[in-house]
């Protein structure tokens, strides 16, 4: 597998075809993404090989919101099987990277411990330091498109998402649960006051 030169074409294809308004959903965000699972790759076991399929996952995941934000994670698997074979991808190397890419869409629904470490990789910043910071992002690029008109809709809509989130493996509920139960009480404290 051509892992280096996969990664470089497509986070090329998003820097310069991603739509300007994808404040979160960024070439930035899927370097996190990869980061992220690449910490929890390593924290849980696992092997050399399946690192690279998960890191490829990583920086493939978001690409199809090149083309549409709703069933995104479709047009991203698409996009992986039409590029990776040419990066020396097996067919059954590609399936699993579409099943991690696929295991991110709402509400998430991962089936084995590389779309696990997909998922908790995804949504890492939940309990993260940086939260306020990266849900701003995300809070401009759901108000640009529509999906909320202000702030107050922005904290129902995360305190909703909140209640229905949960981490999958033991490193990212060892890592972020704590810290993720501390910003749920500070919106919900928002929302009261």
């Not at 890492?124 to 940086?130: A, I, K, T």
Request: glycine share 4%; hydrophobic share 35%; charged share 25%.
């Amino acid at each position: 597998m051509e892992y280096e030169k996969a990664k470089a074409f497509i986070l090329d294809k998003m820097k310069t075809e991603l739509p300007h308004y994808f404040f979160y959903h960024s070439v930035e965000h899927s370097l996190d993404v990869l980061n992220s699972a690449m910490h929890y790759a390593e924290s849980e076991n696992i092997n050399e090989h399946d690192k690279i399929l998960l890191a490829t996952a990583a920086v493939f995941h978001d690409s199809g919101f090149i083309f549409q934000s709703h069933d995104h994670e479709e047009k991203g698997c698409e996009l992986a099987k039409g590029i990776l074979v040419n990066y020396k991808y097996s067919e059954k190397e590609i399936a699993q990277i579409c099943g991690m890419i696929m295991s991110t869409k709402l509400p998430q629904t991962p089936v084995n411990k590389l779309e696990q470490i997909m998922c908790d990789a995804d949504l890492d910043y939940l309990g993260r330091d940086d939260f306020f910071k990266t849900g701003h992002k995300l809070f401009e690029e759901f108000s640009y498109l529509g999906v909320v008109k202000n702030e107050k809709e922005w904290n129902e809509l995360q305190l909703h998402f909140f209640e229905s989130h949960h981490y999958f493996t033991q490193s990212a509920i060892r890592l972020r649960q704590k810290q993720k139960q501390v910003y749920y009480q500070l919106i919900k404290e928002k929302l009261t006051s």
